[in-house]
Nanobody, 125 residues
Framework: QPRVMESGGGLVSEGGSLRLSCSAS????????VAWFRQAPGKEREAVSC???????PWYKASVKGRFAISRGNADTLYMEMNSLKFEDTAMYTC???????????????????WGQGTQVTVSA
């Protein structure tokens, strides 16, 4: 049974840092692209970062470039380091595994097969 699980969210002050983790089982996690999406209340879900199956080609939403870093761990884990957090980064963050091994130019939810439940990130102003 495919499964994706996130951890690492929490409450942090502006300028602080958090590290999100994503773990997976039941499918070849190390053979697919993986992304982090986020959704804030009243807003649409948006891709924040994505990385290809080999962990060599990251993609970032413009507003997080230089502050967030996505990386692969072992075969079943992935991380996103978030630094210089801003109030507007507050959202539910969800890890998603793609149908393919690469990230599209702008990752869309329909590109992704398996989703976690999400982890809440709250940045206080």
């Amino acid at each position: 049974q495919p499964r994706v699980m996130e951890s690492g969210g929490g409450l942090v002050s502006e300028g602080g840092s958090l590290r999100l983790s994503c773990s997976a089982s039941g499918f070849p996690f190390d053979r697919v692209a993986v992304a982090w999406f986020r959704q804030a209340p009243g807003k649409e879900r948006e891709a924040v970062s994505c990385i290809n199956w080999a962990g060599t080609i990251p993609w970032y939403k413009a507003s997080v470039k230089g502050r967030f870093a996505i990386s692969r761990g072992n075969a079943d884990t992935l991380y996103m380091e978030m630094n210089s957090l801003k109030f507007e980064d507050t959202a539910m963050y969800t890890c998603a595994a793609s149908f393919s091994g690469t990230c599209s130019e702008t990752p869309q939810p329909t590109d992704f097969a398996y989703w976690g439940q999400g982890t809440q990130v709250t940045v206080s102003a």
